[in-house]
């Protein structure tokens, strides 16, 4: 089946919230349905920093991607649990600094895949590709990236907001199974949702709108993701303060880091 076939394949539903589409509604998108609104305003009742921390989520993206090419020079960038496309993903940011940059989306979600075309504009010295493939089975993404990437060189994996969906015993070996097979000077770029008893909350009420579950992760389950990495400054936090643009951001319940492969 070719890429475009896939994408006629896309089979979309309406009828119940969908996780895409609930982000879509928190980081103010237009890509969702009354059914996500509900669900996402639910989440909100007991966790109202939602929304902020979506958008803080978005922000960290942008100011990761950018640090990344304009400063560290990396040109290759592999975006695992890509999400609906919006302003500012990473092949715009990326080769807003840098026009050669390369970028290798993945996701598997029908949803997404519908709106992946919008991922695969490019400088044209630059290049986009999409990977329908369960960013669970490394081997297989890999093997696609290939077509795009270089794993010779350098590449920045990013997993922002994704890992929740993998249950917490298994997402360290996901990662590592990803950052193995890449050269020194690659870098990975992660971001989640900690636990606290309001996360916990707002897990619970998102876990009501017959969705696919979400886990909140404890601080130590996200760091031990860059056991044996270099993580660049500030380290390990909030993402709203990880180089903010503006004085005066306030943490939220989102922590992340860039951390780089010796």
């Not at 669900?39 to 109202?48: E, F, H």
């Not at 890999?142 to 015993?169: I, Y």
């Not at 979400?214 to 990495?229: F, K, L, N, P, Q």
Request: one cysteine or more.
């Amino acid at each position: 089946m070719s890429q475009q076939d896939t994408f006629d394949a896309a089979v979309l539903r309406t009828d119940a919230p969908h996780s895409a589409r609930v982000w879509n509604y928190w980081i103010g998108g237009k890509d969702y349905y009354e059914v996500d609104r509900r669900l996402g305003d639910d989440v909100i009742a007991v966790y109202p920093q939602a929304q902020e921390l979506a958008r803080a989520s978005r922000g960290f993206q942008t100011r990761a991607v950018r640090h990344l090419a304009a400063e560290a020079g990396i040109g290759q960038f592999l975006d695992i649990g890509t999400g609906l496309p919006v302003a500012g993903s990473t092949h715009e940011v990326a080769q807003a600094s840098n026009p050669t940059a390369r970028i290798a989306y993945v996701d598997n979600d029908p949803l997404v895949l519908a709106h992946a075309r919008a991922l695969l504009t490019s400088t044209p010295q630059g290049r986009t590709q999409y990977i329908a493939q369960n960013f669970m089975d490394t081997e297989q993404v890999l093997r696609e990236a290939r077509e795009t990437l270089d794993l010779s060189q350098p590449v920045a994996v990013m997993v922002l907001s994704t890992l929740g969906h993998v249950e917490p015993a298994a997402g360290v070996d996901l990662l590592r199974r990803y950052m193995a097979p890449l050269v020194s000077g690659s870098y990975l770029v992660l971001c989640d949702t900690i636990s606290t008893p309001a996360t916990v909350a707002a897990q619970e009420a998102y876990a009501a709108g017959d969705t696919p579950a979400y886990w909140v992760r404890h601080r130590d389950e996200i760091t031990a993701s860059a056991e044996g990495m270099e993580m660049v400054e500030p380290g390990f936090g909030p993402v709203s303060l990880w180089w903010p643009e503006a004085s005066g951001a306030t943490a939220v319940d989102q922590w992340g880091f860039v951390a780089r492969k010796p």
